[in-house]
């Protein structure tokens, strides 16, 4: 029994620094995948639907994208081409995995609260698994638009592969954005109804339903400032219009010349990723110490 006390002392030393956590998480990624698997039961084998329910939320973003873009055209004059619709399904895919991504993982630390205070483990588990439960949904989705653009007209080029570090820089965004919200709503429970909010009409804040060049050159810049918008915007140029992310992207508008997209928005896009990401490991941490008491 002697011999156990070390590691048993040495597992409830509390750990500040991200780099520890992040240690620490790895030697409990068996429970992160025990947590993962719960919430992927309970979503897909437990459901009438199963996995429907990983296109459900990308069709209906798709559809009323459409709608949206019927109503532009019959306003304009132009008619949709196979390309526009293209383009609502790639940019439907990040956004509606970070949309379910963050509102599941809103809830996770009370969603388990009969676990906190009982056992030992990284609470970071909890919301994290949530995340990488919603990767599942977003893979299946990618798997579906690449059988499904080619016949909208969409050949893929070879700068699609931009697509995969922008989607790993996404994922790290949401990690951070998902610790943070997790925490926050265990000290303040009506964080879960302001984030259904902002997901709710952040939708057109970002360039889902339409391009940014529809709001003008100071629109347009306003608009990529804005935390998701250069994600979605980076997945849909590399792989729908196969431009490089390392070029300027511009467009041509009524009130004149608008930036789509900056080579240094890269460099704008993993920061964000990189500061959320740390930033919320590290709040979480130091707040996790007061988890049992307002669980």
């Given at each position: ?16 620094s ?83 991504a ?17 056992i ?84 057109f ?38 431009q ?23 460099v704008?896009m993993?920061a964000?990723s ?22």
């Amino acid at each position: 029994m002697k011999d156990h006390e070390p590691k048993h002392q040495l597992r409830h030393t509390p750990i500040s620094s991200a780099t520890g956590v992040l240690r620490e998480l790895w030697r409990s990624r068996d429970l992160v995948y025990q947590f993962v698997l719960r919430d992927l039961t309970i979503r897909y084998v437990q459901a009438v639907m199963g996995f429907a329910w990983a296109l459900l939320m990308p069709v209906l973003i798709v559809g009323a994208g459409v709608i949206f873009r019927l109503v532009v055209s019959t306003l304009s004059g132009q008619a949709i081409e196979g390309a526009s619709v293209a383009s609502l399904a790639v940019k439907a895919l990040p956004w509606a995995f970070f949309s379910g991504a963050i509102s599941l993982a809103t809830q996770s630390i009370l969603s388990h609260a009969n676990l906190i205070g009982k056992i030992y483990f990284p609470r970071e588990a909890l919301p994290i698994a949530s995340v990488l439960a919603q990767s599942v949904d977003l893979l299946i989705g990618l798997v579906v638009m690449l059988l499904v653009i080619p016949f909208l007209g969409v050949h893929l080029g070879l700068m699609a592969l931009w697509g995969l570090p922008v989607l790993i820089a996404l994922l790290f965004f949401t990690f951070g954005c998902a610790l943070i919200l997790s925490c926050s709503n265990l000290f303040y429970r009506d964080v879960k109804y302001l984030v259904q909010v902002v997901l709710n009409f952040g939708v057109f804040a970002t360039p889902v339903f339409f391009e940014p060049q529809m709001l003008g050159p100071t629109g347009a810049k306003i608009m990529m400032r804005l935390p998701l918008s250069p994600f979605i915007e980076a997945i849909d140029l590399a792989v729908v219009h196969n431009q490089s992310l390392l070029r300027p992207v511009l467009a041509t508008t009524s009130k004149g010349i608008a930036e789509v997209w900056s080579p240094w928005m890269l460099v704008y896009m993993m920061a964000l990723s990189i500061v959320c990401f740390w930033g919320g490991l590290r709040m979480f941490r130091s707040a996790s110490s007061k988890f049992a008491e307002m669980a």
